[in-house]
């Protein structure tokens, strides 16, 4: 059974997504990690976005191994341990042009699909109930605040070492929500059936039960 998890950055999906996993005893897959991966590698490799050679070369070379240890979501890039490296404001402000290439989508929703296929699953993204698992048997969108995402994604940086005032965070969440809306391949976008849940006056306690009761109760 697939539940997708979508929505816009930081409204509470990567956490909820996580603890909603481990309730119900399923595989936990965040895909903005896996894109994020494939950011880290063409800044590593300084390609140009408009070498589809070189992408092509790369996405062939790149291997992500995603794990839950403990609570910790650990990101294996080619067996280097990058779940730092890929949460860091170089690859964030990267990983939006990245991720609407469609030979990058191509590939990853390729994966994705053999990740989940036949798996009880909580996957987050952005596609996921609209493209990668169209037919999944729940689907939650997450929505909140701009002010209230800025704040919970200082927090975020925080916990990694790195600052940013509010001002510039609510700029850098409108500009790649923009971008990842706008995108004409697979874009950012609420399936028709899927339940919205605006998580801006919720904790993470209250959406993690919303979503598992939907799902313990159908
Ligand atoms: O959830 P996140 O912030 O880690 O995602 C990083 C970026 O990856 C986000 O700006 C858009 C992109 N993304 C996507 O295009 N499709 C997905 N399924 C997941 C993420």
Known sequence: MIVAIDGPAATGKSTSAKL???KLGFTYMDTGAMYRCVTLSVLRGHISLTDEQAIKLLLKDVDIQIEMIEDALIVRLNNEDVS?????????????AVSALPQVREHMVTIQRQIGENKDCVIEGRDIGTIVFPNAKFKFFLVADDFVRAKRRQLDLKAIGEEKSIDDLVE????RDTYDSERSHSPLKKADDAIELDTSQLSIEEQVDFMVNRVKNY
């Open 84 to 96: 730092m490296l890929i949460r860091k404001p170089k690859v964030t402000s990267h990983v939006s």
């Open 20 to 22: 909603v996993a481990r």
């Open 172 to 175: 850098e969440i409108r500009r």
